[in-house]
């Protein structure tokens, strides 16, 4: 398989700061990452994440639920969306809504979401405060493909952070969000280098001296 001849075509799903978006965008800018972002969009009109995405130079726009009747119509409006600004790969970035199958079928092993503990251990919502209240010592931060569970998906890569006596949720996130913003971009480069192939439940990562020259 020869090299991409172009930068991967990344969608971003934000519904908040974009604290994981702008790791995405300084990682491009600082040529980490052969990408560029083809269209961020959010499912709140006033999302802080749009502003950085315009601020960068990124299509930005806003897609509500209340203009589309059902979940499944709403997915198809994200996805008329990404299709339209050509994107390739689907990275979700504080996007706080669950993708239903109008989106994830047609977009399988093109999703991308990352999740503040150590999947399988602690998905869904406040999965810092989950890990505090289990007593574990350590959790950490998980990229997976997205499937149509509930951060069920195929892991992608992973990193683990200690549990530190006396932490408490803000202080246990923010340790986790800086492992984050390294991981994300990471996950994204091994994508748009076509390294990561999923084999049923597992991701397997190419070694990249194993890719023949162009």
Same mark, same amino acid.
């Given at each position: ?59 930005? &726009?806003?897609?509500? @639920?209340?203009?589309?009747?059902? *979940?499944? %119509?709403? /997915?198809?409006?994200? #996805?008329? =969306? ?36 150590? &999947?399988?251990?602690? @998905?869904?919502?406040?999965?810092? *405060?989950? %890990?505090? /209240?289990?007593?574990? #010592?350590? =959790? ?36 986790? &969000? ?16 076509? #390294? ?19």
């Amino acid at each position: 398989m020869s090299p991409r001849s172009e930068p991967l075509r990344l969608g971003v799903l934000a519904s908040g700061r974009g604290s994981n978006l702008q790791s995405i965008i300084d990682a491009i800018e600082a040529g980490r990452l052969p990408a560029r972002l083809a269209v961020v969009v959010s499912d709140r009109e006033q999302a802080p994440a749009l502003g950085r995405a315009a601020r960068h130079g990124a299509p930005a &726009l806003s897609v509500s @639920p209340k203009d589309h009747g059902d *979940r499944a %119509a709403y /997915d198809r409006a994200l #996805r008329q =969306t990404l299709h339209a600004h050509g994107v390739e790969l689907v990275c979700l970035a504080g996007f706080l809504r669950i993708l239903g199958p109008e989106l994830i079928r047609p977009l399988a092993g093109r999703v991308m979401n990352i999740h503040p503990s150590l &999947l399988p251990a602690f @998905p869904g919502l406040d999965a810092q *405060r989950q %890990a505090l /209240d289990w007593g574990v #010592r350590v =959790t950490g931060a998980t990229v997976h493909f997205v499937d149509e569970g509930v951060d069920t998906g195929p892991i992608i890569v992973q990193e683990a952070v200690a549990v530190l006596a006396g932490d408490t949720a803000e202080t246990l996130s923010e340790r986790i &969000l800086a492992v984050e913003h390294r991981l994300y971009p990471r996950a994204i480069r091994l994508y748009a280098e076509e #390294r990561l192939r999923i084999v049923g439940r597992r991701v397997h990562i190419d070694p990249a001296e194993a890719r023949p020259p162009a």
